[in-house]
T-cell receptor, first 115, second 119 residues
């Protein structure tokens, strides 16, 4: 069965320092993986997606994630945090191949940025 | 282009009352999904429409929940009667239907959610 585990419920970093949000997945076949972000009172926004092409995926707002099959990980990183990055981040795995497949969310990581 | 719209943004009702949530997907999107996040838990899948048909309703918690999508446009999710444990945030998402295309190319776009508080 497919699942995702976000290893940290809360991460706090100083502005200008690197961000690392960790995600491990479990899948019986090559998965499709996503990171979504939710800012307060906003909808979930797609940051980036892994679709079995390049293992290093670049997303919006300077975020990127690397798919590592050997480690079953899909960690989200950003070289330099900005105050506007404060939000909740969700790692997501798809279930199945078709467009009718549903997606499974991790429990979320709340990112706080210290001035 | 308008995004996925949900309303109300927040609803406060008493136990035993009925509440109806509405979702307007992005125009042209055949796939419509409902999800729920109960406080402190993961976002969980509830059901999936393709146009007006229920493709997968395996996540619906019980028969107090009724989802409809008449005409294949907007969808409603009714909770009747509401219980305390129904409190949480209800998200709707939509995606463009591309038959035979892997999910990876079929991104789901989410609304801001409806926060339901049952007292």
């Amino acid at each position: 069965a497919q699942s995702v585990t976000q290893l940290d419920s809360h991460v706090s970093v100083s502005e200008g320092t690197p961000v690392l949000l960790r995600c491990n997945y479990s899948s019986s076949y090559s998965p499709s993986l996503f990171w979504y972000v939710q800012h307060p009172n906003k909808g979930l926004q797609l940051l980036l997606k892994y679709t079995s092409a390049a293992t290093l995926v670049k997303g919006i707002n300077g975020f990127e994630a690397e798919f590592k099959k050997s480690e079953t990980s899909f960690h989200l990183t950003k070289p330099s945090a900005h105050m506007s990055d404060a939000a909740e981040y969700f790692c997501v795995v798809s279930v199945g191949y078709s467009s009718a497949s549903k997606i499974i969310f991790g429990s979320g990581t709340r990112l706080s940025i210290r001035p | 282009e308008a995004g996925v719209t949900q309303f109300p943004s927040h609803s406060v009702i008493e136990k035993g009352q009925t509440v109806t949530l509405r979702c307007d997907p992005i125009s042209g999107h055949d796939n419509l999904y409902w999800y729920r996040r109960v406080m402190g838990k993961e976002i969980k899948f509830l059901l999936h429409f393709v146009k007006e048909s229920k493709q997968d309703e395996s996540g619906m918690p019980n028969n107090r929940f009724l989802a409809e999508r008449t005409g294949g446009t907007y969808s409603t999710l009714k909770v009747q009667p509401a219980e305390l444990e129904d409190s949480g945030v209800y998200f709707c998402a939509s995606s463009y239907r591309t038959s035979g295309t892997p999910l990876a190319k079929n991104i789901q776009y989410f609304g801001a959610g409806t926060r339901l508080s049952v007292l």
